[in-house]
């Protein structure tokens, strides 16, 4: 199985300011047709998960372009280039590379 | 755009069969782009996948909760369904259907308690 490694678990952060959440796998997500399924999403309190970004770096649809995510192979990471008030919530890395879905452990986003 | 909705019961009693169904709209769960899944969220926890089918009836499962689970696919209710035996009160959670998209999960039902009590 391929876990799914978050760092760090909690980032408390001033409005305003960047936040940068790190996701590591434990094997390489590049899948036998060239693409990454890598993924993240957000839940903000009571809510159900929202995609954010896919393939990476991929924007979904209505998703501001102060969230960005980068990277390849095991090591990928998340950033929001100025946090807002809604951005508060926790966010998770996802693959489905081998049609089988895991998950990071979640990283909760709060303002100081 | 498709949305989903998880029905079923909200309180199974230890050692019985836990049962949900998600009902499709907006869309043909027979589309060959769409993979279904079912994905459960432990209170004040993260997520955790179950496991997943394709139109075609293929599935994959979570190997942790394999010998339990069961999903299954009625194109003509479009409709797809988790069956979970053997509920312990570690199988209370909230339970989501979502549609997997080139490879992202890209719609999700607005979950529902399940509780395991007797």
């Known amino acids: 199985d391929i876990v799914m490694t978050q760092t760090p678990l909690s980032s408390p952060v001033t409005l305003g300011q960047p936040a940068s959440i790190s996701c590591r796998s434990s094997?390489?997500?590049?899948?036998?047709?060239?693409?990454?399924?890598l993924s993240w999403l957000q839940q903000r309190p009571g809510q159900p998960p929202r995609l954010l970004i896919y393939?990476?770096?991929n924007r979904f649809s209505g998703v501001p372009d102060r969230f960005s995510g980068s990277g390849a192979g095991t090591d990928f990471t998340l950033k929001i280039s100025r946090v807002e008030a809604e951005d508060v919530g926790v966010y998770y890395c996802t693959q489905a590379t081998q049609w089988t879905w895991t998950f990071g452990q979640g990283t909760k986003v709060e303002i100081k | 755009q498709l949305q989903l909705q998880e029905s079923g019961p909200g309180l199974v009693k230890p050692s019985e069969t836990l049962s949900l169904t998600c009902t499709v709209s907006?869309?043909?769960?027979?589309?060959?782009?769409?993979?279904w899944g079912w994905i459960r969220q432990p209170p004040g926890k993260g997520l955790e996948w179950i496991g997943s089918i394709y139109y075609s009836g293929s599935t994959y499962y979570n190997p942790s909760l394999k010998s339990r689970v069961t999903i299954s696919v009625d194109t003509s209710k479009n409709q797809f369904s988790l069956k979970l035996s053997s509920v312990t009160a570690a199988d209370t959670a909230v339970y989501y259907c979502?549609?997997?998209?080139?490879?992202?999960?890209?719609?999700w039902g607005q979950g529902t308690l399940v509780t395991v009590s007797s």
């Open positions: 094997q390489s997500l590049v899948h036998s047709d060239g693409n990454t399924y």
């Open positions: 393939k990476i770096s």
């Open positions: 907006g869309g043909s769960i027979s589309s060959s782009s769409y993979y």
């Open positions: 979502a549609t997997l998209i080139v490879g992202a999960p890209v719609y």
